[in-house]
C-alpha cells in the first residue's frame, strides 16, 4: 500500500531517528461483501525523536532515506500522556502530603459510626411520629364511624 501522505499511529519509537507506524485502511470484498479493516507498518523517519508510543501523527512520502524507510514525520496531530518520572515523582510527593495532613483511619472510622448512629436515631424519631399519626388516624375514623352509626341506629328507632 503506498500513498503521499498518511495519518497513521506510532507503534514503536526504538531506533534512533525512526518511528514505526501503523496506517489503518479499509478493502471492500466483494465475494464476502464486507469491507476488512488491513494495518500497514511504515517506517517514518523522525529527526527530532519527538514521537511517543500511541502519538497520532502525519507521515509524508519522500526520497528513500534507507532501504525500508520512504516516509519522513510531517507534524504530530495529538501527543498522548506519557508517564515521565518527573511527573511521577511529583505525584508521588503531593499523595504523601495529603496522607499526612489527613486524620487517621480509625478516626475517620469512628467519625463515620458517629454519623451512622444519628441517622438511625432520627429514622426512629421519625418513625415514631408516624405511628402516632396513623394512631390518632386511626382513633379519627373509629370516632367518625362510631358516631356514624349512633346516628344511623337513633334514625332507625324514630322510623
Known amino acids: ?3 503521499e501522505s498518511f495519518v497513521a499511529r506510532v507503534v514503536s ?3 534512533q531517528k525512526t518511528v514505526v507506524v501503523a496506517v489503518d485502511y ?3 470484498r466483494p465475494k464476502l461483501k464486507v469491507y476488512e479493516k488491513r494495518t500497514h507498518k511504515h517506517f517514518a523517519h523522525d529527526e527530532n525523536q ?3 508510543i ?3 501523527v502525519r ?3 519522500t526520497q528513500r532515506f534507507s532501504k525500508h524507510k520512504s516516509y519522513k ?3 504530530i496531530l495529538r501527543r498522548v500522556n506519557v508517564y515521565t518520572p518527573e511527573v511521577g515523582a511529583a505525584a508521588a510527593e503531593a499523595a504523601l502530603a ?3 495532613d489527613s486524620r487517621s483511619a480509625v478516626d475517620l472510622a469512628q467519625e463515620q459510626l458517629q454519623l451512622a448512629k444519628q441517622r438511625f436515631e432520627h429514622l426512629k424519631q421519625l418513625r415514631d411520629e408516624y405511628e402516632q399519626r396513623t394512631a390518632a388516624q386511626e382513633l379519627v375514623l373509629e370516632a367518625e364511624t362510631t358516631s356514624s352509626h349512633s346516628i344511623s341506629s337513633s334514625s332507625d328507632d324514630s322510623a
Open 1 to 3: 500500500m503506498g500513498g
Open 13 to 15: 519509537n526504538r531506533m
Open 26 to 28: 479499509v478493502v471492500w
Open 50 to 52: 519527538e514521537c511517543n
Open 54 to 56: 500511541g502519538d497520532t
Open 59 to 61: 507521515i509524508l512520502r
Open 73 to 75: 514525520l510531517e507534524n
Open 98 to 100: 495529603n496522607r499526612q
